[in-house]
């Protein structure tokens, strides 16, 4: 198999910037002489955190929230911007307490996601956060947010009911459910 190579970069371009995103032209030539202009969204800072709060007893703090891109309320994970210089797992145990009024004794970062890498240089920080206890600061979102839990055990039903929709949030918590059933921790509890 050949090795890839990627595209010259010969130019990028904003094109637009708002509070939350900005869009760019970027000019590309490829190794076979094409020459293309993409636009993406660019990346504004460091990027984003999505927490998966698992409660002792297994189930997953949810938030549900109103979605402005689908126009209906929708049951999503904790989220949020990664302030300045902010360490990944303060910041998730910062959007945590705000949004869900949990802190966490445990936090694990399980991966770095992008959403549509075609278009989108944006980056989402997936932590895994156990060892939950109550603990609420005040959050940035315009009216309080309802917290549900579900049922890890039951995720399949949350993930086909519709209820939630966001692809990274069904993601992170497939991933989360995959990490805690193959993890050490577990296998002690669960000896073969």
């Not at 278009?119 to 917290?147: F, K």
């Amino acid at each position: 198999m050949p090795v890839e190579q990627p595209p010259k970069m010969c130019a990028v371009r904003p094109l637009v910037e708002t509070r939350l995103f900005a869009v760019e032209a970027v000019d590309l030539k490829f190794a076979n002489g094409v020459e293309v202009t993409f636009e993406r969204l660019a990346a504004k800072g460091r990027g984003a955190v999505l927490v998966v709060p698992i409660l002792d007893d297994g189930r997953i703090v949810l938030i549900r929230e109103y979605a402005c891109g689908t126009e209906r309320y929708e049951l999503g994970l904790p989220k949020g911007r990664i302030d300045g210089d902010e360490p990944i797992l303060e910041a998730a145990n910062r959007e945590l307490m705000e949004e869900a009024g949990f802190t966490a004794a445990q936090l694990t970062l399980l991966r770095e996601v992008t959403s549509s890498p075609a278009y989108s240089a944006q980056r989402t920080h997936i932590v895994l956060a156990t060892g939950l206890s109550p603990r609420r600061l005040p959050g940035d979102e315009p009216e309080p947010l309802e917290v549900v839990t579900w049922p890890l055990d039951d995720l399949d039903r949350l993930a086909f009911e519709g209820q939630c929709s966001e692809a990274r949030s069904i993601a992170a918590m497939y991933l989360a459910r995959t990490y805690l059933a193959h993890s050490p921790a577990n296998d002690q509890k669960n000896p073969a």
